[in-house]
């Protein structure tokens, strides 16, 4: 982990030299809260809402999807941006839901085990494995 202003920052699975916090550092202060299959996802996201005057405070795994929570920088922010940067998440939010957050391969979201994670059929069976062992 990294620190930053006050905040620890894990870095990311798939990003060992850590590039996606380095690329936006402006964008991100908050830590990830998410399993390393959906680095490029949320690197893909960055991105698209680096053009645009937010900083993320959470990103995490909820429900099976990502989950963005951000905060625009100054107070003058018109409705036409404020819609533009909330469908920018939402798109990337509903795109997390088919993407196994283990590995990054194509998933479905799954609610077999004790709580919603979206997986591939391979990480699905190796968690389906370790519950039936405990």
Same mark, same amino acid.
């Given at each position: 982990?990294?620190? !930053? /202003? *006050?905040?620890f920052i894990n870095k990311f699975k798939s990003d060992p030299d850590n590039k996606i916090m380095k690329n936006y550092k402006t964008l991100i202060s908050?830590?990830?809260?998410? !399993? /390393? *299959?959906?680095?490029?996802?949320?690197?893909?996201?960055?991105?698209?809402?680096?053009?645009?005057?937010?900083?993320?405070?959470?990103?995490?795994?909820?429900?099976g999807k990502l989950c963005i929570h951000y905060v625009f920088v100054n107070d003058n922010i018109d409705e036409k941006t404020s819609k533009e940067v909330a469908d920018i998440t939402s798109k990337w939010e509903n795109k997390s839901s088919?993407?196994?957050?283990?590995?990054?391969?194509?998933g479905n979201i799954r609610t077999e085990q004790h709580y919603i994670q979206c997986l591939c059929d391979k990480c699905f069976c190796k968690i389906q494995k370790f519950y039936q062992r405990g």
């Open positions: 982990m990294i620190k !930053k /202003g *006050g905040v908050t830590f990830r809260e998410f !399993k /390393g *299959g959906w680095d490029d996802l949320f690197d893909d996201l960055c991105k698209e809402l680096s053009q645009y005057n937010v900083e993320i405070v959470q990103a995490k795994e909820k429900h088919h993407i196994c957050e283990y590995c990054g391969s194509l």
